[in-house]
């Protein structure tokens, strides 16, 4: 089955202008994936802004000399830079400059100004059923399991390019019958305290990445339903550990009333029963510093913070000073309400350090320490830490993470699988 | 030793040391974009370099940012001399679409079972204008 477009699909495409490009790099995509033709979509987001180096400034600024501009809703992902002035980033020039650059040319292009890998927290959500292009492989996963909108994993480039053409490749998790479930994660096996557990799905969420890998799997066994920043933590895991672009919990995620409904067949093609050891196994694997006597920052936000999350910091903080400081990644829609009552003051003075826009494992913000060793209760942070920062990581809830932060050296008091 | 590979992205013809690799990578904080270095610690070929290597990708995984990371590999010239995927990746190989939408000289990739990867470890391997991949002799 090779790609139609439709004449006028062709004609765009045969432009030497912006759109011709992004034309060109939808139907190349759609080509390579093997779709047979091109279709509509509501929204985009975009995580193609970030800095990782001169080629992508490059790119968008000949779109936007081109004269492109996005014909549907496009949030942006994190940017390299905290723009709203929260955070001191140790990028340096001409880096610092292309960044800006880049992240001026995107806006250029139309895109809002969301800056945030959780835009589902931040206004974007697009409505079950309806086809959208998003980027960012966390937005990717909660767009899909949660929201139940359709879309694949997009990398960097084919969201923008997308965005201005607003069509997206007939192809993957966009159509309905590749939305069906293979496998059951069992997850009754483990103790309800520890399903109710902030750290459990975060683990959980490695654990199934890890175990499923680009596979459609359902989730059984939860009991209750799991938060959205439960939710949020999972999917983010999931999609660092495996190919992970969408997940079903039965009875909670839209798309799962029930086993049967979601199951692409009578009988699951395969069944993983989750045990405690398997749980112990995956949380371990989120740590890569042996034993740490000490360490020298925690890091939470990723996904970004919701406002829920700040009011467990604050409540876990309790005024107290930190020896170490936490680094509170999130995105501008969450300021907002901490600038009131003076909580972002408060919190900044017990030393923890809110990062607007950006993230710690994106661009540069930690010191440069050599052995440093930084804790976390996120999934992703976990896996993406120790290449991208040089720190070793110990991963722990958020409560531990605060209590470690405040003495200085790893205290583990959660519950067990 | 020869194995007939359907080029997925066309480019140009290519000739390293093969790098096969035994795990999946994410090259968006696996792979450095500066260098071509596999910054992943966790990865069984961390430490080695993709620059002018012909790379085995038994798969990947990870970050939607893997396109850009290839692309800027492409931009520094650290580029592999040519990619071999087992399945076509659309999020990596996107960076060498965009790339050549810039007019930079890209590498080919071409698509080859996985099972036929062993074969070439060790080897200079050359992958041809017509997508074959071949141990050079």
Redesign the interface.
């Known amino acids: 089955m090779s790609l139609v477009l439709s004449p006028r699909e062709q004609a765009i495409a045969a432009g030497r202008d912006g759109a011709g490009m992004a034309m060109r790099i939808v139907a190349e995509s759609a080509r390579l994936l093997g779709a047979p033709r091109l279709i509509p979509i509501a929204s985009a987001h975009i995580d193609g802004a970030l800095y990782h180096g001169d080629s992508g400034t490059l790119l968008a600024e000949r779109l936007v000399e081109s004269g492109a501009s996005v014909a549907v809703r496009s949030t942006l992902n994190v940017g390299a830079l905290d723009l709203m002035g929260c955070s001191r980033i140790r990028l340096e020039e001409p880096q610092r400059g292309m960044a800006r650059r880049m992240m001026e040319a995107y806006r250029k292009l139309g895109c809002e100004q969301s800056w945030t890998c959780a835009p589902y927290q931040a206004g974007h959500r697009p409505a079950l059923g309806s086809d959208v292009a998003w980027g960012e492989s966390n937005a990717v996963v909660f767009c899909n399991s949660v929201l139940g909108a359709r879309t694949n994993r997009y990398g960097d480039f084919l969201d923008i390019a997308c965005a201005i053409t607003g069509r997206a490749p007939d192809y993957g998790l966009h159509r309905p019958e590749n939305r069906r479930a293979r496998l059951i994660f069992d997850v009754s096996g483990l103790s309800p305290s520890f399903l109710a557990s902030e750290i459990a799905w975060p683990v959980l969420g490695s654990l199934y990445g890890r175990e499923v890998g680009n596979a459609i799997g359902v989730v059984t066994g939860v009991a209750g339903r799991p938060g959205e920043d439960a939710l949020k933590a999972f999917g983010a895991a999931a999609a660092s550990s495996g190919a992970v672009g969408l997940f079903h919990i039965a009875g909670v995620t839209p798309e799962a009333p029930d086993i049967e409904t979601i199951l692409a067949g009578p009988e699951p093609e395969a069944v993983i029963r989750v045990t405690p050891q398997m749980v112990a196994k995956a949380r371990a694997g989120l740590s890569t510093a042996g034993t740490a006597n000490a360490i020298n920052a925690v890091a939470i936000g990723s996904p970004h913070l919701s406002n829920a999350e700040f009011d467990s910091l604050e409540r876990l903080i309790a005024g107290r000073m930190l020896a170490v400081p936490i680094y509170a990644c999130t995105g501008r829609h969450a300021l907002a309400l901490l600038e009131q009552d003076g909580r972002r003051k408060k919190l900044e003075a017990s030393g923890v350090v809110i990062v607007a826009d950006t993230c710690v494992v994106v661009t540069p913000i930690m010191p440069d320490l050599a052995g440093g060793v930084l804790m976390t209760n996120s999934g992703k942070f976990a896996h993406y830490a120790p290449g991208n920062t040089g720190y070793a990581v110990l991963y722990a809830s958020l409560a531990d993470c605060v209590e470690s932060a405040v003495l200085g050296r790893p205290v583990f008091a959660d519950i067990a699988a | 030793m020869s194995g007939a590979a359907e080029i997925?992205?066309p480019g140009k013809a290519g000739e390293g040391e093969a790098l096969v690799l035994t795990a999946?990578i994410?090259f968006?904080?696996?792979v450095d974009?500066?260098t071509g270095r596999i910054?992943?610690?966790?990865h069984p070929q961390h430490g080695e370099v993709v620059a002018g290597r012909v790379l085995f990708l038994p798969?990947?995984?990870?970050?939607?940012?893997?396109?850009?990371?290839l692309?800027?590999l492409?931009?520094?010239g650290r580029a592999p001399a040519a990619l071999v995927l087992h399945e076509?990746d659309?999020?990596?190989?996107?960076?060498l679409?965009?790339?050549r939408?810039?007019g930079w000289e890209t590498p080919m990739a071409v698509r080859l079972e996985r099972g036929a990867f062993d074969t070439y470890r060790g080897t200079s391997v050359t992958v041809a204008a017509n997508g074959a991949v071949t141990v050079a002799v």
């Open positions: 997925l992205v999946p994410s968006w904080g696996g974009p500066k910054a992943d610690v966790r798969g990947t995984i990870g970050s939607s940012s893997a396109s850009a990371v692309m800027e492409v931009h520094n076509p659309a999020i990596l190989l996107l960076g679409i965009a790339a939408e810039m």
